[in-house]
């Protein structure tokens, strides 16, 4: 097998920041290596690797840089960045990617010390396998390199850039600190939207023209909402400058909609460790997921599209009926799931599936209240997905933290959670456990569990919200004020009334309880 021997130059010299091994940076999740370290894994050691974990068996350094990746963390590696690496072991040498980190030094001076190389590691009750991708041929640091960014994005090379940005990351409110920033500094940005509108901007002056726009975050319609961020921050340009770059990005830039589905926990130093014990690769930050991943892309390139379907992508004309069956199934299950997990002192997925009155709750919220509403998805039969699902979400062998599924709820649960229960109130369904899950999601909002023990609260909204919350107890009208979350649930007052039921209820005798009630449950089985 031929491993990768020669390291590749292209805007940066990850080689250069490779021998200076300096402390891991105060984001790592790594304490115990908040010190200096020896790298280990590095193209030079990939040979010594044993058989254990699959390396590259194609020349890293053939690959042209024409995908840049904004915001390098654990589904990217997973996800984006390994389908790419499979097209690069078909023989395909167009589409390496370039990682564009904006807000995690630990992770920038880890996988510059590693020349890019990292394990993915997959893991079901059947076993486990590694691999080490080498599809990610550099990486740059937004802080520290600011003008290569610029010049990478304004590279002709650039072809497509994609970006797990988090559902927080599209936000461009002209009151936003960050989004003043990149108007008051267009040619310094720090958002995503910024970046992409000054490469944008740059490429139409030089007549490089666009590139394709392709967001691998969980939006609904991750293309319009990665369109509209770039066109909100356009318009608020243009209004500065006079220029109308508003236009030319509409009529030349593409934005697909994409489906991306693969649970990847955040990686712990004890999984680390975990991982170099079992496969014997030294890898400061492997990432661990579960082996089903899938992508459904739409074909909408403004540029060259990668040929991804050699390795399994799905490009189709329309992604809904897959995004809205995926979003409202995994994450409105996830959202579900984590939020009354959490609540009942529990710490992983595996762990809350176990307990027979949160797996009947997940199955019966699926198939009873969400499946029904879904859209026919030709050739995908909706029960056997549940299955598939709630097995996924049970994997115990990633040890999938529920507070990884607790993040950014304001940005989450409307899509996942309340998209349901808005249409089963329309259809005159059966709603209750979809009310369950947005109680769990209310009461986790004061930040502590029922026994009072701290929960952290990661939302951009947490301090607003965790107010609200703590003011109306278990009366939820105070927090369906906030109408740009909520819509009009405010004004149903069975709905209301319902709902403080649920969080009386989960007071007085605590989640499990609240559950079984709601289900109807068998005491005994409890
Ligand atoms: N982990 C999964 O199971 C999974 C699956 C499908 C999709 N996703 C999506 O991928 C995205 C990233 O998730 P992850 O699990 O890799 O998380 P992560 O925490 O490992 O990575 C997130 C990255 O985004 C950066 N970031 C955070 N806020 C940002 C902002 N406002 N602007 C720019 N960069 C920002 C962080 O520094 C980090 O590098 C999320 O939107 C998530 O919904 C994750
Ligand atoms: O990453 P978030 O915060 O959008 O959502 C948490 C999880 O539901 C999500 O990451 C899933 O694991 C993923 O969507 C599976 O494909």
Redesign the pocket.
């Given at each position: 097998m031929e491993t990768a021997t020669r390291h590749h130059r292209s805007t940066s010299d990850v080689s250069q920041n490779r021998q200076t091994n300096t402390a891991v940076a105060a984001d790592s999740p790594f304490p115990s290596l908040g010190r200096t370290v020896p790298s280990v894994l590095t193209e030079s050691t990939v040979t010594k690797l044993g058989d254990r974990v699959e390396t590259p068996a194609y020349d890293r350094h053939a690959l042209t840089p024409s995908v840049v990746h904004l915001?390098?963390?654990?589904?990217?590696r997973a996800?984006p960045i390994l389908y790419f690496d499979d097209l690069a072991a078909t023989g395909e040498t167009g589409w390496g990617v370039i990682g564009v980190?904006?807000?995690?030094p630990a992770?920038g001076e880890v996988l510059r010390d590693q020349d890019g190389l990292y394990t993915v590691v997959e893991r079901d009750r059947d076993g486990a396998s590694a691999r080490l991708v080498g599809a990610l041929i550099d990486y740059l640091y937004l802080p520290d390199q600011p003008e290569q960014v610029a010049d990478l994005l304004a590279s002709p090379n650039t072809r497509l850039v994609t970006l797990?940005?988090?559902?927080?990351?599209y936000q461009t409110r002209p009151d936003m600190t960050t989004v003043r920033h990149d108007l008051a500094t267009p040619g310094n940005p720090v958002?995503?939207a910024g970046l992409l509108v000054a490469a944008l901007r740059r490429r139409r002056a030089e007549g490089t023209g666009p590139f394709t726009v392709l967001s691998?975050?969980?939006l609904d319609d991750s293309g319009a909402a990665t369109r509209l961020a770039v066109l909100e921050f356009t318009g608020l340009l243009d209004a500065q400058t006079g220029e109308d770059l508003t236009s030319w990005v509409r009529e030349n830039v593409t934005f697909p909609n994409g489906m991306?589905?693969?649970?990847?926990p955040?990686t712990s130093p004890e999984l680390r460790d975990q991982i170099e014990g079992e496969f014997g690769v030294p890898d400061r930050w492997p990432v661990v997921t579960e082996p089903f991943r899938q992508w459904v892309v739409e074909d909408d390139f403004c540029t060259e599209r990668p040929p991804l379907e050699r390795v399994g992508v799905q490009v189709v004309d329309d992604v809904t009926p897959w995004k809205v069956m995926k979003g409202r199934l995994l994450n409105g299950g996830h959202c579900a799931l984590g939020y009354l997990g959490v609540l009942a002192a529990l710490e992983t997925t595996d762990q809350a599936m176990a307990e027979p009155v949160l797996s009947e709750y997940m199955s019966r919220l699926l198939r009873e209240e969400i499946a029904p509403l879904l859209p026919e998805l030709p050739g995908q039969d909706t029960d056997e997905y549940v299955t598939t699902t709630l097995d996924r979400i049970a994997n115990p062998a990633i040890g999938d933290s529920l507070l990884r599924l607790c993040r950014r709820g304001s940005t989450k649960v409307p899509h996942h959670v309340l998209s349901s229960l808005g249409e089963a109130r329309v259809a005159g369904r059966p709603h209750r456990l979809l009310l369950a899950a947005l109680a769990g999601w209310l009461r986790f909002l004061r930040g502590e569990d029922m026994e009072g023990r701290p929960l952290t609260v990661e939302d951009s909204r947490a301090e607003d919200l965790r107010r609200a919350a703590h003011a109306g107890g278990d009366d939820p009208t105070t927090l369906l004020g906030f109408r740009d979350i909520f819509g009009d649930l405010a004004d149903d007052a069975d709905l209301v009334a319902e709902l403080g039921d649920l969080l009386t209820r989960a007071s007085r005798d605590g989640i499990r309880s609240m559950l079984a009630a709601v289900l109807d449950f068998d005491e005994e089985v409890r």
């Amino acid at each position: 097998m031929e491993t990768a021997t020669r390291h590749h130059r292209s805007t940066s010299d990850v080689s250069q920041n490779r021998q200076t091994n300096t402390a891991v940076a105060a984001d790592s999740p790594f304490p115990s290596l908040g010190r200096t370290v020896p790298s280990v894994l590095t193209e030079s050691t990939v040979t010594k690797l044993g058989d254990r974990v699959e390396t590259p068996a194609y020349d890293r350094h053939a690959l042209t840089p024409s995908v840049v990746h904004l915001s390098v963390g654990g589904f990217a590696r997973a996800h984006p960045i390994l389908y790419f690496d499979d097209l690069a072991a078909t023989g395909e040498t167009g589409w390496g990617v370039i990682g564009v980190g904006m807000r995690s030094p630990a992770m920038g001076e880890v996988l510059r010390d590693q020349d890019g190389l990292y394990t993915v590691v997959e893991r079901d009750r059947d076993g486990a396998s590694a691999r080490l991708v080498g599809a990610l041929i550099d990486y740059l640091y937004l802080p520290d390199q600011p003008e290569q960014v610029a010049d990478l994005l304004a590279s002709p090379n650039t072809r497509l850039v994609t970006l797990t940005v988090t559902s927080e990351g599209y936000q461009t409110r002209p009151d936003m600190t960050t989004v003043r920033h990149d108007l008051a500094t267009p040619g310094n940005p720090v958002t995503a939207a910024g970046l992409l509108v000054a490469a944008l901007r740059r490429r139409r002056a030089e007549g490089t023209g666009p590139f394709t726009v392709l967001s691998c975050d969980n939006l609904d319609d991750s293309g319009a909402a990665t369109r509209l961020a770039v066109l909100e921050f356009t318009g608020l340009l243009d209004a500065q400058t006079g220029e109308d770059l508003t236009s030319w990005v509409r009529e030349n830039v593409t934005f697909p909609n994409g489906m991306v589905d693969r649970i990847t926990p955040t990686t712990s130093p004890e999984l680390r460790d975990q991982i170099e014990g079992e496969f014997g690769v030294p890898d400061r930050w492997p990432v661990v997921t579960e082996p089903f991943r899938q992508w459904v892309v739409e074909d909408d390139f403004c540029t060259e599209r990668p040929p991804l379907e050699r390795v399994g992508v799905q490009v189709v004309d329309d992604v809904t009926p897959w995004k809205v069956m995926k979003g409202r199934l995994l994450n409105g299950g996830h959202c579900a799931l984590g939020y009354l997990g959490v609540l009942a002192a529990l710490e992983t997925t595996d762990q809350a599936m176990a307990e027979p009155v949160l797996s009947e709750y997940m199955s019966r919220l699926l198939r009873e209240e969400i499946a029904p509403l879904l859209p026919e998805l030709p050739g995908q039969d909706t029960d056997e997905y549940v299955t598939t699902t709630l097995d996924r979400i049970a994997n115990p062998a990633i040890g999938d933290s529920l507070l990884r599924l607790c993040r950014r709820g304001s940005t989450k649960v409307p899509h996942h959670v309340l998209s349901s229960l808005g249409e089963a109130r329309v259809a005159g369904r059966p709603h209750r456990l979809l009310l369950a899950a947005l109680a769990g999601w209310l009461r986790f909002l004061r930040g502590e569990d029922m026994e009072g023990r701290p929960l952290t609260v990661e939302d951009s909204r947490a301090e607003d919200l965790r107010r609200a919350a703590h003011a109306g107890g278990d009366d939820p009208t105070t927090l369906l004020g906030f109408r740009d979350i909520f819509g009009d649930l405010a004004d149903d007052a069975d709905l209301v009334a319902e709902l403080g039921d649920l969080l009386t209820r989960a007071s007085r005798d605590g989640i499990r309880s609240m559950l079984a009630a709601v289900l109807d449950f068998d005491e005994e089985v409890r």
